[in-house]
């Protein structure tokens, strides 16, 4: 999976939440439910899409390793290089 | 026969849209099923018959505005029992009764619309991309479904508005779009300061509140999830419902209602569940019958009702059949919450933000995971001790995780 393809799926997971925010224009390093208003029900809805496109499941005690961009593309692009393709 | 009324889904309604039709002259309709879509200030609702029968006469064009209790559509009760009691009885909510003269004859099944009504031309389209359409000024009539057996979605309408939008060429932004935003904005507004004003004037509140210590509730929850898939993960907020009811249970007196002067305690344990809208506002459905649900049979349906409160498909009882409620803004930062009770309703439990805490506990300082839970009660119908048996009884239950 290209950064390009992942960038897809996570910016197409937070349209689906937040479908009046452009996610585009969160910084990499700003806290994404804290920027576009998700409470906890909407972002697990975000990352069960997430793992379901890409095949990630992240456990409940990484949650807070992808509150950010930069850190939530991180974390996939690791899970996913470890992943035998 | 039967009328099927413009229903009140709650305290703050007086008026209601009849947006669309589910149903023709002629059909077999069984209680429970959805036949017409109705918007309120609230947004869109999908609107349940009370009845058996087939629909006699739809009287109602869609697109009327009409008062709370207005007929929309006379039914023939083909030899059923008369019209079921309300699910909650004594409730102030405009409910199809049966009426008096038998004089009209059962329409047999099959009988074409009566003429007098020419029942409207239904285009096969979801009631919010019916709405979507009207806040974009997209032509219902143009646009081609893609969804199953050719219904318009959501998506549709969108793509039309965006063909729309690049033929015509247009810089400005849809003119309609603004003021629809603003509409939607000051209805949701003046309905929540109708409910919430006459709460405050009618109810007399009294507030108690308590620390959870939620150290045990969390780790049980943790262990959970750890052998769960993503999917079938629990929220702590769903924990916290669950031990609601647990505890409502053994205070039954804080779950029902306060309606001409007479406080009417309710068997069914349904929690209205305060959802923030993303546009603005805030609505309660009701979770129905939360003590006999498991914690996954929960977790699922508060997953349904956020959705469909986003998509606008709520159904009218779970509008209409809250018993009490519960609001959570453990998402923010906020510690304690003291709600507006929503009447009839007499009590309504808040939750703040776990976090941790200094803890004293036996003679020990430490630190632990903690949350304040709030009771807002009506001083009419309980009193402070009461209500702290309550608190008291859900701390226990948040306790003991294995047995919620």
Same mark, same amino acid.
């Given at each position: 999976?290209?950064?390009?393809?992942?960038?897809?799926?996570?910016?197409?997971?937070?349209?689906?939440?937040?479908?009046?925010?452009?996610?585009?224009?969160?910084?990499?390093?700003?806290?994404?439910?804290?920027?576009?208003?998700?409470?906890?029900?909407?972002?697990?809805?975000?990352?069960?899409?997430?793992?379901?496109?890409?095949?990630?499941?992240?456990?409940?005690?990484?949650?807070?390793?992808?509150?950010?961009?930069?850190?939530?593309?991180?974390?996939?692009?690791?899970?996913?290089?470890?992943?035998?393709? | 026969?039967?009328?099927? *009324?413009?229903? /009140?889904?709650?305290?703050?309604?007086?008026?209601?849209?009849?947006?669309?039709?589910?149903?023709?002259?002629?059909?077999?309709?069984?209680?429970?099923?959805?036949?017409?879509?109705?918007?309120?200030?609230?947004?869109?609702?999908?609107?349940?018959? +009370?009845?058996?029968?087939?629909?006699?006469?739809?009287?109602?064009?869609?697109?009327?505005?009409?008062?709370?209790?207005?007929?929309?559509?006379?039914?023939?009760?083909?030899?059923?029992?008369?019209?079921?009691?309300?699910?909650?009885?004594?409730?102030?909510?405009?409910?199809?009764?049966?009426?008096?003269?038998?004089?009209?004859?059962?329409?047999?099944?099959?009988?074409?619309?009566?003429?007098?009504?020419?029942?409207?031309?239904?285009?096969?389209?979801?009631?919010?991309? *019916?709405?979507?359409?009207?806040?974009?000024?997209?032509?219902?009539?143009?646009?081609?479904?893609?969804?199953?057996?050719?219904?318009?979605?959501?998506?549709?309408?969108?793509?039309?508005?965006?063909?729309?939008?690049?033929?015509?060429?247009?810089?400005?932004?849809?003119?309609?779009?603004?003021?629809?935003?603003?509409?939607?904005?000051?209805?949701?507004?003046?309905?929540?300061?109708?409910?919430?004003?006459?709460?405050?004037?009618?109810?007399?509140?009294? +507030?108690?509140?308590?620390?959870?210590?939620?150290?045990?509730?969390?780790?049980?929850?943790?262990?959970?999830?750890?052998?769960?898939?993503?999917?079938?993960?629990?929220?702590?907020?769903?924990?916290?419902?669950?031990?609601?009811?647990?505890?409502?249970?053994?205070?039954?007196?804080?779950?029902?209602?306060?309606?001409?002067?007479?406080?009417?305690?309710?068997?069914?344990?349904?929690?209205?569940?305060?959802?923030?809208?993303?546009?603005?506002?805030?609505?309660?459905?009701?979770?129905?019958?939360?003590?006999?649900?498991?914690?996954?049979?929960?977790?699922?349906?508060?997953?349904?009702?956020?959705?469909?409160?986003?998509?606008?498909?709520? *159904? /009218? /009882?779970?509008?209409?059949?809250?018993?009490?409620?519960?609001?959570?803004?453990?998402?923010?930062?906020?510690?304690?919450?003291?709600?507006?009770?929503?009447?009839?309703?007499?009590?309504?439990?808040?939750?703040?933000?776990?976090?941790?805490?200094?803890?004293?506990?036996?003679?020990?300082?430490?630190?632990?995971?903690?949350?304040?839970?709030?009771?807002?009660?009506?001083?009419?119908?309980?009193?402070?001790?009461?209500?702290?048996?309550?608190?008291?009884?859900?701390?226990?239950?948040?306790?003991?995780?294995?047995?919620?």
């Amino acid at each position: 999976m290209t950064d390009a393809q992942l960038e897809e799926i996570v910016f197409r997971g937070l349209r689906q939440i937040a479908p009046e925010a452009d996610p585009t224009v969160l910084l990499p390093d700003e806290n994404i439910r804290a920027a576009l208003d998700v409470d906890s029900y909407d972002f697990l809805q975000f990352l069960i899409a997430i793992s379901e496109e890409t095949g990630v499941d992240i456990p409940e005690a990484d949650y807070q390793k992808v509150f950010t961009l930069a850190g939530l593309f991180r974390y996939l692009s690791a899970a996913l290089a470890k992943k035998p393709s | 026969m039967g009328e099927f *009324r413009m229903p /009140s889904l709650g305290a703050d309604m007086e008026m209601g849209t009849l947006v669309e039709w589910m149903v023709k002259p002629g059909d077999r309709v069984s209680r429970g099923d959805i036949i017409a879509a109705v918007e309120t200030q609230k947004g869109l609702f999908e609107v349940e018959n +009370y009845d058996n029968g087939v629909v006699q006469e739809l009287l109602v064009q869609p697109g009327t505005e009409v008062p709370v209790g207005t007929v929309l559509a006379t039914l023939s009760s083909e030899g059923m029992a008369p019209a079921a009691a309300p699910a909650v009885p004594g409730r102030t909510v405009a409910m199809p009764v049966p009426a008096a003269e038998p004089a009209v004859k059962p329409v047999p099944a099959l009988s074409p619309p009566q003429p007098a009504v020419s029942a409207p031309k239904r285009l096969p389209i979801s009631p919010s991309a *019916r709405k979507l359409a009207a806040e974009l000024g997209v032509e219902i009539g143009a646009i081609p479904g893609t969804g199953p057996h050719g219904v318009i979605q959501r998506a549709d309408v969108e793509r039309a508005a965006q063909e729309k939008k690049a033929a015509v060429q247009a810089p400005p932004p849809p003119a309609a779009e603004k003021p629809a935003a603003v509409d939607y904005q000051s209805g949701m507004r003046q309905a929540i300061a109708a409910a919430m004003s006459r709460s405050n004037r009618e109810i007399p509140h009294y +507030y108690l509140e308590t620390a959870i210590d939620m150290s045990a509730a969390l780790s049980w929850l943790e262990g959970e999830n750890l052998k769960r898939s993503i999917k079938d993960r629990i929220l702590p907020a769903v924990f916290l419902l669950k031990a609601v009811a647990r505890a409502l249970a053994e205070v039954p007196e804080l779950n029902g209602f306060w309606i001409d002067n007479r406080h009417q305690v309710q068997e069914s344990v349904n929690i209205g569940f305060a959802i923030s809208l993303r546009q603005g506002g805030l609505i309660a459905p009701a979770i129905h019958n939360v003590d006999l649900l498991s914690l996954d049979e929960l977790m699922a349906a508060t997953r349904d009702l956020i959705s469909r409160t986003r998509s606008g498909h709520l *159904r /009218s /009882s779970e509008m209409t059949d809250a018993t009490t409620t519960v609001t959570n803004l453990g998402d923010l930062g906020v510690n304690t919450v003291y709600g507006v009770i929503y009447p009839p309703q007499v009590a309504l439990i808040g939750f703040g933000r776990i976090s941790e805490r200094p803890w004293a506990e036996n003679g020990m300082l430490g630190v632990r995971r903690a949350v304040t839970a709030t009771l807002s009660a009506d001083h009419r119908a309980t009193d402070g001790h009461r209500g702290s048996l309550f608190l008291e009884a859900l701390n226990r239950h948040l306790q003991d995780p294995e047995n919620l």
